[in-house]
């Protein structure tokens, strides 16, 4: 997490309110911006609880998902000065740190996703960038599970975060990314099973909607048009069965269900919380779909 304004905040808000320990992981390039923006309270407005309270956030770790233990990690990173300075932030090493600091936990939040080509069509993805994609989206969540699930208490549970993509064609979410949520989607079924059975834990997953977050705005379009994401709300508005405004807290509140006392019996769902989008099989605002 790097900002306030995505869904992983918004399931950290919720949690917060509910009353969990928060401790977050934060790709290392932009840990010291974060971690400054904390202390300087810029994100103090985006953290305001149902009680008027500011949520605390107890520990930052710092966390590249794409290196499951130090040999992973290549000569160029360990010389990058965007690393200098960290160290044990591979997810093996942040799970063994985690456990020093809190023992047992009840709560696991993968909400992360990267693809160097995603402004790419497909046909035109490389190789590298497609298994880039896969790694950082997919994978990720595989090794959080396998590293972290010997300190979850029974009864504890998990959740990431997917996108329509892994199942309909979106035009403009490229760069192998449209596969990555959809090996997401799959792997949460069978990590709902392995590791239900292993460590009586729940995985599920959440589809949301469109938000204009950070990350969102990263994917691009051509000079002087939309972005993908704004025409991401555009469609959704003009044709989801709940013409409203999608609010990061939609997720939040879904994700607080999922990993609550409350979902004790749900376990390898993918969630839809997009004001229905995902059940339409026409586009109302169409030209093809317009009275003569």
Request: net charge negative; aromatic share 8%; proline share 4%.
């Amino acid at each position: 997490m790097a900002d306030s304004n995505g869904y992983g905040w918004a399931i950290t808000k919720a949690l917060a309110d509910a009353g969990a320990t928060i401790t977050i992981g934060t790709w290392p390039p932009v840990l010291k911006i974060f971690e400054k923006s904390l202390k300087n309270g810029k994100f103090d407005e985006d953290s305001i609880l149902s009680d008027g309270s500011v949520m605390k956030i107890d520990k930052v770790y710092p966390l590249d998902a794409v290196f499951d233990t130090p040999r992973d990690i290549p000569e160029s990173v360990l010389t990058n000065k965007r690393y200098a300075g960290l160290e044990g932030y591979t997810i093996s090493e942040v799970a063994k740190s985690v456990e020093k600091d809190y023992g047992k936990i009840d709560i696991l939040v993968h909400s992360l996703a990267n693809g160097p080509e995603v402004t790419k069509p497909l046909l035109e993805t490389s190789r590298n960038g497609y298994l880039a994609a896969s790694s950082a989206s997919a994978y990720s969540f595989v090794s959080l599970v396998q590293h972290f699930g010997p300190l979850m208490n029974e009864n504890s549970a998990a959740v990431s975060l997917t996108y329509i993509a892994s199942e309909r064609v979106i035009p403009g979410y490229g760069g192998g990314m449209s596969s990555a949520k959809a090996q997401l989607e799959s792997d949460c079924k069978t990590l709902a099973w392995e590791a239900g059975r292993k460590y009586k834990m729940r995985v599920n997953t959440i589809s949301a909607g469109p938000l204009k977050s950070r990350a969102a705005s990263a994917i691009g379009s051509e000079a002087g048009k939309k972005t993908f994401i704004e025409y991401a709300i555009d469609y959704s508005m003009a044709n989801a069965p709940l013409a409203r405004d999608l609010d990061s807290d939609d997720v939040g509140a879904s994700a607080l269900f999922l990993l609550s006392p409350m979902a004790a019996a749900v376990t390898g769902l993918t969630m839809y919380v997009d004001n229905g989008l995902h059940a339409m099989g026409l586009a109302i605002d169409s030209k093809a779909m317009q009275m003569d």
